[in-house]
C-alpha cells in the first residue's frame, strides 16, 4: 500500500499539539487543519525497498517535524480563529 509519509508525521505532531495546546476537539476542525498544513508541504512516498529505518528516519528528522510544526499550526491558527468568530 502507497502512503504518504507526511500525512504520517502530520497526524503525529497534530496529536502532540492537541495534547499541549488549546485546539478545538471538533473533528471538522481537525480535518481541516491537517488539511491546510498538508496542503502547504510537501508529499513524501518511498520507493517499494526503501528501508523502515529510512522512514522512520523522515518521521524524526528534526528539522522536517520543526517545519511540519510550523504548517500545523499556522493551520490552527486559521482553522480556530474562524470557530471563535462562530461562537460569538
Known amino acids: 500500500m502507497i502512503k504518504n509519509y507526511m500525512e504520517i508525521l502530520v497526524d503525529e505532531i497534530f496529536r502532540e499539539m492537541k495534547n499541549s495546546y488549546k485546539i478545538c476537539d471538533d473533528k471538522k476542525c481537525e480535518h481541516d487543519i491537517k488539511s491546510i498544513a ?3 508541504l510537501p ?6 525497498d526503501a528501508t523502515e ?11 522536517r517535524r520543526i517545519s511540519v510544526l510550523a504548517k500545523v499550526a ?5 482553522v480556530c480563529s474562524e470557530c471563535t468568530r462562530k461562537q460569538k
Not at 508529499?43 to 517499494?48: D, E, Q
Not at 499556522?74 to 486559521?78: G, K, R
Open 53 to 63: 529505518a529510512t522512514k522512520k528516519a523522515f518521521l524524526l528528522e528534526r528539522q
Open 74 to 78: 499556522e493551520a490552527s491558527d486559521i
Open 43 to 48: 508529499t513524501a512516498y518511498f520507493k517499494y
Open 38 to 40: 498538508l496542503n502547504n
